[in-house]
T-cell receptor, first 116, second 109 residues
Framework: DGGITQSPKYLFRKEGQNVTLSCEQN?????MYWYRQDPGQGLRLIYY???????QKGDIAEGYSVSREKKESFPLTVTSAQKNPTAFYLC???????????????FGPGTRLTVL | GENVEQHPSTLSVQEGDSAVIKCTYS??????FPWYKQELGKGPQLIID?????GEKKDQRIAVTLNKTAKHFSLHITETQPEDSAVYFC????????FGAGTTVTVRA
């Protein structure tokens, strides 16, 4: 089965703790993205990566960190510096990055993070 | 940066009727416009997209139109069915995807 997987589906965190969300894809896509979705709002870009070992900040990167050590994997760490981390987090991938003409993004099922 | 506005925020239609969702964008450099459908608790699913060199695209009951001069694009769903009930998002792509706030569509049986 080809696609994007995110784990866990639900995650609970105590205030002050860092937590890492997993995103894996077997589509052989070069580019990967992390978005945050809040109730009644559209998706906002946190970070994106067009190639292994390279990534760029999106619109709301503060309090988050990422790594891209493998093409298939793009984990997101929500740090204690993120002031309001409770949200639905979505990972996406595309064959190419922006301006490539192959930038159609496909999304994973999401991780719902709740800070207790 | 790009600003995408989406209307209406909620839409209720009778089964079999048509639904239309409209989006406007601000950056004339945007050249790619996808539409996503999101069911409760799931990730968005791409349903149709259009690039700036095309004015209209159809896929069965779904169509998208683009007016680059006016900087707006629309999603049309014909012969709506209960399974069309979901949240729909438009997006515009210049160097990144910018999303509208979403439209909650309810199809009444």
């Amino acid at each position: 089965d080809g696609g994007i997987t995110q784990s866990p589906k639900y995650l609970f965190r105590k205030e002050g703790q860092n937590v890492t969300l997993s995103c894996e894809q077997n589509l052989n896509h070069d580019a990967m993205y992390w978005y945050r979705q809040d109730p009644g709002q559209g998706l906002r870009l946190i970070y994106y990566s067009q190639i292994v070992n390279d990534f760029q900040k999106g619109d709301i990167a503060e309090g988050y960190s990422v790594s891209r050590e493998k093409k298939e994997s793009f984990p997101l760490t929500v740090t204690s510096a993120q002031k309001n981390p409770t949200a639905f987090y979505l990972c996406a991938s595309s064959m190419g990055g922006p301006d490539s003409g192959t930038d159609t993004q496909y999304f994973g099922p999401g991780t719902r993070l709740t800070v207790l | 940066g790009e600003n995408v506005e989406q209307h209406p925020s909620t839409l209720s239609v009778q089964e079999g009727d048509s639904a239309v969702i409209k989006c406007t964008y601000s950056d004339s450099a945007s050249n790619y416009f996808p539409w996503y459908k999101q069911e409760l608790g799931k990730g968005p699913q791409l349903i149709i997209d259009i690039r700036s060199n095309v004015g209209e695209k159809k896929d069965q009951r779904i169509a998208v139109t683009l007016n680059k001069t006016a900087k707006h694009f629309s999603l049309h769903i014909t012969e709506t069915q209960p399974e069309d009930s979901a949240v729909y998002f438009c997006a515009a792509h210049d160097y990144k995807l910018s999303f509208g706030a979403g439209t909650t569509v309810t199809v009444r049986a």
